[in-house]
């Protein structure tokens, strides 16, 4: 059963600092998203990983996918507010359906 | 809007009733999810169609639970003799048909459910 876990779970991090957010899962993936959620509301995508060492980048967010480690990582740069909100990954394996973590609920403090 | 939409937003009703929410998909997608979400959690996978035909099912979704896509297009799900722990947000999602399964899900803003 794949199980995907992301750490830390809660983040508070001041405006301008950087921080990463780490995603492991337990069997092989052929693609990874990361996702945002407001509260309140639904999951707006980020970005999509489909291959060992791709990196994208969006704005502060960076995402990249090490498959060998079954590692995935969300580097924030320079936070600011606008960025506090809830991060997941979710992983798909061999089917359709994702599996996702628990999410990691972003603060960001002035 | 041409994203995915979800009706009704919210839905309260009393334990043993009968409950039925509607997805309508973005409309060139093939392909539509439905996933559960508890507070404090990821989104569980719940059932996948491939236009009209239902590929997936998770164990999650016990005899009480029917997903049906009739023509392919919007989706419903209901659940009968709700119970309070079926409480969650419901939310749909639909992708594109395409090679490889890579094609992400784009979600709709999903109907909370709260069974008293």
């Known amino acids: 059963e794949l199980k995907v876990e992301q750490n830390p779970l809660f983040l508070s991090m001041q405006e301008g600092k950087n921080y990463t957010i780490y995603c492991n899962y337990s069997?092989?993936?052929?693609?990874l998203y990361w996702y945002r959620q407001d509260p309140g509301k639904s999951l707006e995508s980020l970005f999509v990983?489909?291959?060992?060492?791709a990196v994208k980048q969006e704005g502060r967010l960076m995402a990249s996918l090490d498959t060998k480690a079954r590692l995935s990582t969300l580097h924030i740069t320079a936070a600011v507010h606008d960025l506090s909100a809830t991060y997941f990954c979710a992983v798909g394996a061999g089917s359709y359906q994702l599996t996702f973590g628990k999410g990691t609920k972003l603060s960001v403090i002035p | 809007d041409t994203g995915v939409s979800q009706d009704p937003r919210h839905k309260i009703t009393k334990r043993g009733q009968n409950v039925t929410f509607r997805c309508d998909p973005i409309s060139e997608h093939n392909r539509l999810y439905w996933y559960r979400q508890t507070l404090g959690q990821g989104p569980e996978f719940l059932t996948y169609f491939q236009n009209e035909a239902q590929l997936e099912k998770s164990r999650l979704l016990s005899d009480r639970f029917s997903a049906e896509r009739p023509k392919g297009s919007f989706s419903t799900l209901e659940i009968q003799r709700t119970e309070q722990g079926d409480s969650a947000m419901y939310l749909c999602?639909?992708?594109?048909?395409?090679?490889?399964?890579?094609?992400?899900?784009?979600f709709g803003p999903g109907t909370r459910l709260t069974v008293l």
């Open positions: 999602a639909s992708s594109p048909l395409a090679g490889g399964g890579t094609d992400t899900q784009y």
């Open positions: 069997t092989t993936s052929d693609r």
């Open positions: 990983l489909l291959s060992n060492g």
